[in-house]
Structures are given as structure tokens and as C-alpha cells.
């Protein structure tokens, strides 16, 4: 399975802050890699797919880049409702695994 | 706008089977994969395997080969997920989710469940 390994696990930030979350795959993912956002007792939600592409529907303050092992989300000026948790998932090669989780909180 | 609602919350002992069911609505159900994706309690999330609504093929991750099972009746547009043999540190929320490219088993969930509970406890 291929190990994904987000850093950091804990991120303290205030609004109004950029940020950013890295997530690396133990091997090359091409750019087969979304982001999701986890808020306490809601269900995960699609950001961003395809390493860069921007959801339906979601900020234009969120944005994916990265490629092969090594990929970011960056989230700027960051609003009350983006303190929560990040995933990133592979989906190059099955079973489609996540990275354990970026908490981010004020 | 796509829309999943799962069945409720369930409390089993250890050693007996769950079937949680995920119904869709307001797109074509056969045209979309479906994932399950598990959450224990304050952990992160562990991919379970996805179901082709239109053939029913299935694959699972290896981990859950041989104990889980995900059907599908296309005449209610409602896919099933069935885990055998339940231990305790199966407790947890499991999600059904939709692939967001139609026919493609490989991609990411753009819609999610609203998560069922399952409890193992003797």
C-alpha cells in the first residue's frame, strides 16, 4: 500500500493567516491526489482533486499543488469555518489510502 | 444536487455481522462508484473498498477480503455494506461516498454520507 504522511500534525494559526499542509506518498502519485476538509461530527469534504483542481462550490482561498511524492494545500486568509481537520488521500493506486490528518485550530 | 442518506446507528456484540445501507438520490445511481470509508473514534480515515452500482463488481482493500460485503439494489438506488465477524476496534463511523468521475472506480468522494455508528461492545 502506498503510505501517505502529512506534516505537520497540529497547526496553530489565527484568521486571516495563509498556511500550508504537506502531504508526501511513499512512492510517485503522478498528480492523483485530493484534499479534504473534516470538520468535528460532519462527514470529510472534497476540496480539491487532482492535486490542483479546485471543487465545485469551495473558496478560491484553498489551493493544491504538487506532483509525483511531494504535494501542498495552502489556505489563505483563513475564515472562522477552515479551523478543522485536513486529509489528503491517493488515488493512483488501490486501496485509495489518507494521509493520518492536519488539525488545524487556532 | 447528489445526496446520500445511510441507516442509523448500530450496536452489536462481538462476533455478529452489521449491514449498513447508503441510498442515493438526485443523480444516476448506476453511473457512479461507491466507496466505504470507516472512522474510528477520534482517528483518521481508512479506505474499505468501492462497489460498481451498474455491474455490482466489487474490490475491497486487502485488509477487509473475506469479511466484508457490499451489495447493491439498483431498484431502490441503495448500495450495502456488510462486515462479519465484528471485533470491538471495528467500532467506528462508516461512510459511503461517490466517486466524482461517472464509470471510474479510481477517484476522489465528492459526496459523502452522513455516516452510520457502529458499536462492538459485549
Known amino acids: 500500500d502506498i503510505q501517505m504522511t502529512q506534516s505537520p500534525s497540529t497547526l496553530s494559526a489565527s484568521v486571516g493567516d495563509t498556511v500550508s499542509i504537506t502531504c508526501r506518498a511513499s512512492?510517485?502519485?503522478?498528480?492523483?491526489l485530493a484534499w479534504y476538509q473534516q470538520t468535528p461530527g460532519k462527514a470529510p469534504k472534497l476540496l480539491i482533486y487532482?492535486?490542483?483542481t479546485l471543487e465545485s462550490g469551495v473558496p478560491s482561498r484553498f489551493s493544491g499543488s504538487g506532483s509525483g511524492t511531494e504535494f501542498t494545500l495552502t489556505l489563505s486568509s483563513l475564515q472562522p469555518d477552515d479551523f478543522a481537520t485536513y486529509y489528503c488521500?491517493?488515488?493512483?493506486?488501490?486501496?485509495?489510502?489518507f494521509g493520518q490528518g492536519t488539525k488545524l485550530e487556532i | 444536487q447528489a445526496l446520500l442518506v445511510q441507516s442509523g446507528a448500530e450496536v452489536r456484540k462481538p462476533g455478529a455481522s452489521v449491514k449498513v445501507s447508503c441510498k442515493s438520490s438526485?443523480?444516476?445511481?448506476?453511473?457512479?462508484?461507491i466507496f466505504w470509508v470507516r472512522q474510528a473514534p477520534g482517528q483518521g480515515l481508512e479506505w474499505m473498498g468501492w462497489?460498481?452500482?451498474?455491474?455490482?463488481?466489487?474490490n475491497y482493500a486487502q485488509k477487509f477480503q473475506g469479511w466484508v460485503t457490499m451489495t447493491r439494489d439498483t431498484s431502490i438506488s441503495t448500495v450495502y455494506m456488510e462486515l462479519n465477524r465484528l471485533k470491538s476496534d471495528d467500532t467506528a463511523l462508516y461512510y459511503c461516498?461517490?466517486?466524482?468521475?461517472?464509470?471510474?472506480?479510481?477517484?476522489?468522494?465528492?459526496?459523502w454520507g452522513q455516516g452510520t455508528l457502529v458499536t462492538v461492545s459485549s
Open positions: 461516498a461517490r466517486g466524482n468521475t461517472p464509470f471510474d472506480s479510481s477517484g476522489s468522494a465528492d459526496t
Open positions: 438526485g443523480y444516476n445511481f448506476i453511473n457512479y462508484y
Open positions: 462497489i460498481n452500482p451498474l455491474s455490482g463488481g466489487t
Open positions: 512512492q510517485t502519485i503522478l498528480t492523483w
Open positions: 487532482k492535486a490542483s
Open positions: 488521500q491517493q488515488y493512483v493506486s488501490f486501496p485509495y489510502t
